[in-house]
């Protein structure tokens, strides 16, 4: 299994490996107790200032999709990357890459590999019919969250974080009238 996160910053790295990880490798042990699948975590951002363009016939120009910036301006103390994934709309416009964090890999996966599979996944995103700048496993996690989110406000009448109902109401809620989530 792997799995793409965006939004963490450099500094909830080591938190979000060791909470989340170990939230999903206990999950894994309550549905059987000698399931132990390789996982892999990986954070893609694109909060970052940097911008990589490439002299052109037309002065500086935006980088092919599929360009990898591996070495020099990556950050020395992790496995990571940019990635170039999509092109830009148009010409005035310069693409920001995802900056790809390898933090756990149990599948053991060379950096190639993660650099080949993110791009490949970037082109799997079933709501457009070109390449996107994240991977889709990464907008498809964002549409379920927001999808339960909305639910959530539905169901409680929440709408601001003061009104946030407490863990054994959401439980209670939750057995009485099941959520369904849908999202296309």
Request: hydrophobic letters at 35%; glycine letters at 4%.
């Amino acid at each position: 299994k792997q799995w793409y996160q965006r939004r963490v910053r450099e500094g909830q790295f080591e938190n979000t490996v060791m909470e989340e990880l170990g939230g999903i490798q206990d999950a894994c042990m309550e549905l059987k107790p000698d399931y132990t699948p390789s996982i892999s975590v990986v954070v893609c951002t694109k909060r970052h200032k940097q911008r990589f363009v490439v002299k052109g016939q037309r002065g500086e120009e935006n980088m092919e999709p599929g360009t990898v910036i591996d070495t020099g301006v990556v950050a020395p103390n992790y496995m990571n990357f940019y990635l170039n994934s999509q092109q830009a709309i148009n010409r005035n416009s310069v693409t920001v890459p995802c900056h790809y964090y390898v933090l756990y890999d149990d599948n053991k996966l060379t950096m190639d590999m993660w650099q080949m599979l993110s791009f490949y996944l970037c082109h799997s995103y079933a709501r457009c019919s070109r390449s996107v700048s994240y991977p889709a496993p990464v907008y498809y996690a964002h549409l379920a969250c927001a999808s339960a989110r909305a639910r959530m406000c539905a169901a409680f009448d929440w709408h601001t974080l003061e009104e946030r109902p407490t863990t054994d109401e959401i439980e209670r809620k939750s057995v009485t009238n099941p959520f369904k989530m849908f999202y296309i």
